[in-house]
């Protein structure tokens, strides 16, 4: 893979911060966007910017073969049967209230279970208690293993007859635990449970196979991969999204409207009320494109490279403490002993190196690894060792400031 | 290495504070207890504050976030201490202002080291640090 082509691709990596060039270590928050990204929604806005699936002029022919045309480039990015089941939203968020707005609240009640982990985005936690607190069932969580990681076993145990739904993540945003979802979902299954992924950092990382998988909704975002913000995909098996009511009323989504009853199109439209996004769908297959070109194996093995020398290098700094396991996607958390993580990024930064700190909107994980806040350097298929090269020193040098100046 | 951007940021009198924070701890009795949370960052801070006629008696803090929040709540509660409650609100807008890089109108009210903050203005991600303890502050003032 020839990653000074590919960073060629991405023009907001040249550029100099603070001085110093650049280094994007923040890809879990939101990646970078490749040049035929802008291009494809700079092109729909110049050449075709029109309504879709509505009026019969030219340009709105186009706009919908677009929009539709992203649908199928989704489908077979994530190997779907059909793009009946590919339901076009907000994000990985809107994904997942979804299905509990609309799966969770119809086929839940008082004396089910809903399972989830601790290791989740607060996205795939919130939801979850809303439903539960709305239906009555009961939110259990699985534990965690002593390095952040599930067990199948711990999975057996807390996964019951009366669990009708599981969500889990397939990567965590904290930890860059990958979690065996094929598994989990064969789990689930077995009692009866449906199985509902966060994907978010999952789908922009590593290939995903719904249908291998077996998983029965899979929300992910269109930003964490290349797309534009404010587009994100809910895939779910066909017959359950059959027997799902929409959860947005209006334009776009009715089959006829009478006065007191209305009915709904057919998948997946019934999902899509109002205007949908449509240049982020023509950005997010435009960013399916130009990652299929490179191949998404060849970029998890990229970034399988850059976590195995980041935790390498990052070790070699005294009093550094490293959050997750030792197998893990392309991110580190971590923390320097008496600095605290908005500290370390602020040094960062005038260094010309963006890191995430905080709580990564993981508050129940911080509290299982005992830490208020954490910083955490993320990476994708653009970033080089170099640019590890580049935070290593960074914190050497956040270190050599602090202890200046205590 | 040159880090003269920074050192606005990090005065050495802010990371005094910082390593030996002033009124850390807390109250007991007829007292005030605020919590507060940045949520986006989580830094917390509990406030206590005893008032009598008017008058900050005593304040103290507990809670954990950066170099910056924890500074400034040990400045803060420094500064208020001893203050008439309209001195104290007066200081908590003199610092908003001063927070956001206005002329601050100090109206015979000395700042003392909280002047050493005014570099956090400069940094705009780190201003919600800086105003955590005022605005925990604030609200137990306007609650009590």
């Known amino acids: 893979m020839d990653v000074k082509a590919i960073r060629e691709q991405f023009p907001i990596l040249n550029q100099d911060v603070n001085g110093h060039p650049f280094v994007y270590l923040d890809s879990s928050a939101t990646s970078q966007k490749p040049i035929s990204v802008i291009e494809a929604v700079d092109n729909y806005y110049r050449g075709y910017n029109s309504n879709v699936h509505r009026g019969v002029h030219t340009l709105g022919t186009k706009a919908t073969e677009a929009y539709e045309g992203a649908r199928d480039k989704v489908r077979r990015f994530i190997d779907a049967e059909s793009t009946a089941e590919i339901i076009f939203t907000r994000g990985t968020t809107t994904s997942i209230n979804t299905v509990a707005y609309s799966y969770a609240r119809a086929n839940l009640q008082a004396g089910d279970e809903i399972v989830i982990t601790p290791m989740e985005h607060h996205s795939n936690i919130i939801p979850w208690q809303q439903a539960a607190k709305a239906t009555g069932a009961t939110l259990k969580y699985i534990p965690l293993q002593e390095d952040g990681t599930l067990s199948l076993e711990d999975v057996r145990q807390t996964v019951t007859d009366r669990t009708k739904l599981v969500a889990v993540t397939h990567v965590s945003n904290v930890l860059g635990t990958v979690n065996p979802i094929k598994d989990i979902a064969n789990i689930a299954h077995e009692h009866g449970a449906v199985i509902v992924v966060d994907g978010a950092q999952g789908a922009p990382h590593i290939k995903v196979d719904v249908t291998d998988l077996d998983c029965d909704f899979y929300a992910f975002s269109g930003h964490k991969m290349g797309a534009p913000t404010g587009i994100g995909v809910l895939y779910g098996k066909k017959k359950l999204l059959e027997q799902m009511e929409p959860v947005e009323f209006g334009g776009e989504m009715i089959d006829f409207v009478n006065l007191y009853d209305s009915t709904w199109k057919e998948l997946p439209w019934k999902f899509e009320g109002g205007t949908p996004i449509i240049a982020g769908a023509i950005g997010l297959g435009a960013a399916i494109d130009f990652l299929n070109e490179i191949g998404m194996d060849q970029i998890t093995a990229h970034e399988q490279q850059l976590a195995k020398y980041a935790m390498k290098q990052m070790r070699t700094i005294d009093g550094i403490s490293i959050f997750g396991p030792e197998e893990r996607a392309a991110l580190v958390t971590f923390n320097l002993d008496d600095v605290h993580p908005h500290d370390t990024a602020t040094v960062l930064d005038a260094e010309g190196i963006a890191v995430r700190a905080g709580h990564h909107c993981a508050q129940p994980l911080m509290r299982w690894l005992d830490v208020t806040a954490t910083a955490r350097a993320s990476f994708y298929l653009y970033n080089t060792e170099e640019d590890i090269d580049r935070l290593v020193d960074g914190l050497q040098k956040t270190k050599e400031y602090f202890g200046n100046v205590f | ?144």
């Open chain 2, 1 to 144: 290495m040159s880090f003269n951007n920074l050192d606005t940021l990090y005065r050495q009198v802010i990371m005094d504070h910082y390593k030996n924070p002033r009124n850390k701890g807390s109250l007991e009795g007829d007292i005030l207890t605020v919590d507060m949370n940045n949520p986006t960052c989580g830094d917390r801070i509990q406030l206590q504050l005893q008032v009598e006629d008017g008058i900050v008696k005593d304040a103290k803090f507990q809670g954990e976030g950066c170099s910056i929040s924890m500074a400034s709540a040990s400045m803060m509660t420094q500064a208020i201490k001893g203050k008439k409650i309209e001195d104290a609100m007066k200081m908590s807008t003199m610092f908003s202002q001063m927070m956001l890089g206005e002329e601050v109108d100090e109206e015979g009210i000395d700042l003392g080291d909280i002047q050493a903050l005014q570099g956090v203005s400069k940094f705009p991600a780190r201003i919600k640090c800086a105003t955590l303890s005022w605005k925990a502050m604030e609200k137990g003032v306007n609650e009590g």
